[in-house]
């Protein structure tokens, strides 16, 4: 009987420990999965788990009104990032972050007007918002645009410009 007590008092916080750690890690999986971002090509829409879903139009050439935002040796482009609003709560638009690269360099934004949102963006709604980059004058090659919401991992919008 004395073993069988003993057994008992070991095992139960062990077999306890066990469990929780299992259910634990099995909730850490679940919340990655539902961040987990990816690649898609340009125009494509990309929709996380939660049912927030993203959009990159493929980028055309953009002359920007103020002539000193772009030098001499450089191009701009604008595209549209969409944000489609499919979750049960509000998305903050100035949460969702945005950047370009040009055969693997960066290709800085251009901050003009219309460029920086602030709006909440409610379930069920989407909001369409302009993103403008320059590169050098004649770059061509692989273009990469990521989108990252919040906490979520990124996504990768892919195409080519030239």
Do not use: H
């Amino acid at each position: 009987m004395w073993p069988w007590v003993l057994l008992a008092v070991v095992m139960v916080p062990i077999i306890g420990f066990v469990g929780c750690t299992a259910l634990l890690a099995g909730g850490v999986a679940a919340v990655d999965e539902a961040r987990k971002g990816g690649t898609v090509a340009l125009g494509d829409t990309f929709t996380y788990q939660s049912g927030l879903a993203l959009n990159v139009a493929i980028p055309k050439p953009y002359r920007p009104d103020n002539q000193f935002e772009l030098q001499r040796d450089e191009v701009g482009y604008e595209t549209t990032v969409t944000i489609t609003n499919g979750t049960d709560k509000p998305v903050g638009a100035a949460l969702i972050t945005k950047n370009a690269t040009l055969n693997g360099q960066p290709a800085p934004e251009l901050f003009g007007d219309g460029t920086l949102a602030t709006q909440d963006i409610a379930p069920g709604q989407s909001l369409a918002l302009p993103f403008r980059f320059k590169t050098a004058d004649g770059a061509r090659g692989p273009l990469q645009i990521a989108v990252t919401d919040t906490f979520n991992e990124p996504v990768f919008f892919n195409g080519n410009i030239g």
